[in-house]
Structure formats: C-alpha cells, structure tokens
C-alpha cells in the first residue's frame, strides 16, 4: 500500500503550510541528487527527490482544492470527511451503554460516502463486543490506515495486539479452565481503556 504525501514528508496532515513547506525543504536539502552526484547513492537520491516533489505537490494541490487530510481512496471519500457527524458520537454513546444493536443499526445505515476511518474503527469496537474478533481487528486496521495518525485507534490497535498474542499464549500452554477461557479472553481483549478516554467512559464497559 502506498505512503500519503504526508508520510513521505514525516508531517501530520494538520500540519500548517509553514510546516509543510519547512519539512519539504529539509528533505530535499538532505536529498538533493547534486550533494551525491559521485556517489554511488546518485539514484537512489533522484528517486528519493522524485519522491518528495510529488508528495509535496499533490499536498500543495490537496490544499488548493480545501482538503487538509490525505487524499481520498479507490472509494471517492476523504478518509476523515463527517468525523465530526452526530451519529457517530451517538454510536459511542450507545456502546458505552451496552446497546450494542442499536450502534449497529446506525452503522449499518450510513451510505457508503459516510464509511471513513471512524466508521470502521466504531464498526470495529461493536465487532469486538459481538465476539468477531478477527472482524473487528480487521475493522480497526483499516482504521488506522485511513487515519495513520489518529492516536486513539493506534493505542486500540495495539492492545488488542498484545491482549491477543498474551491470551493465545495461556491457551497454548493450556492454562484455560475449559471452552469458556475463549469468552474469559473477551473481557480482557475488550478492555481497551484508550477506546474513548476521550468520551469520559469506556466503550467496551466490561472494566
């Protein structure tokens, strides 16, 4: 999967146009192919400046058109467009509630064009709730690409990671009581505190 414009420049997409423009310039001062023109890094230095150009030019066009995110995907929508929608902080809502069906019920309604990284990432914490763990970390995943930069879905990500990899390990080893150990792991891979410290409450209530 190819790297945003503002990963290549090492820069948040909030970032200000002095920002950007600072970071642009430092990078091609570090690359610029006449500092390696008898090196044997002479292209990979090009390519490294090609690369550079690019994504500081289609930031600079992104800007131009109103849009400080990344640019949109193969589905036409900008990943963080209607992140402040009411329906989603209904959703949260209803999850720190338990009303798990009826979170679900609104996600499902959004259009298409509504889906963006915290769709998914909501999308995925209800996942978690219902016991499809392969399908919420998925969800969340892809969360976390649309939006590389969102700290709250990253710290989700990974301690569901380590939760997974931690339970996996008793299992292994034989340390669950019986079949219900499975469930036992929920409570813990549930209880991901970072979900929505934001929110004054926790989105997966089990802790």
Not at 179 to 191: D, H, P, Q, Y
């Amino acid at each position: 999967m190819s790297r945003s414009p503002y990963e290549i420049l090492g820069v948040s997409p909030n970032a200000s146009d002095e920002e950007i423009k600072k970071a642009y310039r430092a990078l091609a001062r570090k690359y610029h192919p006449d500092k390696y023109r008898d090196s044997d890094l002479a292209d990979v230095a090009s390519e490294k400046m090609k690369e550079i150009n690019a994504a500081y030019d289609e930031i600079q066009k992104m800007r131009a058109g109103g849009t400080r995110s990344e640019s949109a995907g193969a589905s036409g929508f900008n990943p963080r467009a209607n992140a402040g929608d009411p329906r989603f902080a209904a959703v949260r809502r209803l999850i720190n509630e338990g009303q798990i069906a009826e979170a679900e019920r609104i996600l499902a309604g959004m259009p298409p064009t509504q889906k963006n990284a915290e769709w998914h990432f909501l999308t995925g914490c209800v996942l978690l709730h219902k016991g499809y763990f392969s399908d919420a970390v998925r969800m969340i995943d892809k969360a976390c690409r649309m939006d590389p930069y969102n700290e709250e879905y990253r710290a989700a990500r990974e301690q569901i990671r380590a939760q997974s990899q931690s339970f996996g390990a008793d299992y292994q080893k034989g340390t669950g009581d019986d079949i219900n150990s499975a469930c036992n792991c929920c409570s813990s891979l549930l209880c991901a505190d970072c979900l929505c410290e934001c929110f004054g409450g926790d989105l997966i209530p089990c802790c």
